[in-house]
């Protein structure tokens, strides 16, 4: 009879650890995944500022070309901003993102897969910014 109950005690105690552990790594993961929200968020208003820079020289240039292109990247980073933070906020709710709340299976797929479009998010706001950056200083 002992040998049952501390199996009995065993076993919960290892779904509770894996339990555990379950919902620190989907934390950790959001963390991660708003960390890298948190650290873009802010280079919106640069955005904003470079493409009002890119439409000026694309009014003074007669070869507005690279200008114009480097404006478009800024728009389509900023969109994908824009929309990736709209489907991020349709598929997870407050308490899965503030609070940690233990996600579904289908949900934590979800957020690895947000975790990698944001990260591709990332890379198109920074090198987009670079880009322009680099255009307008070659003036």
């Known amino acids: 009879m002992k040998t049952c ?27 991660e995944v708003l960390a ?6 802010p280079k919106m208003g640069t955005i904003g500022n470079l493409i009002s820079e890119l439409d000026e020289e694309i009014t003074k240039s007669d070869t507005a070309e690279s200008y114009t ?21 349709d598929r997870f709710d407050g308490e899965e993102i503030m ?10 797929q979800w957020l690895n897969e947000e975790e990698e479009k944001v990260k591709v998010l990332r890379d198109q706001i920074n090198s987009s910014i670079k ?6 200083k070659k003036e």
Do not use: P
């Open 131 to 136: 880009n322009a950056e680099e255009l307008l």
């Open 99 to 108: 609070k940690g709340k233990t996600l579904t299976e289908e949900k934590q």
């Open 36 to 41: 890298i929200h948190d650290e873009v968020m």
């Open 69 to 89: 292109k480097a404006r478009q990247d800024l728009k389509d980073a900023h969109k994908s901003m824009m929309d990736w933070m709209r489907n991020f906020g």
């Open 5 to 31: 109950q501390l199996f009995l005690v065993l076993t919960v105690l290892t779904t509770l650890s894996y339990s555990c552990k379950e919902a620190k790594q989907d934390t950790s993961q959001m963390k």
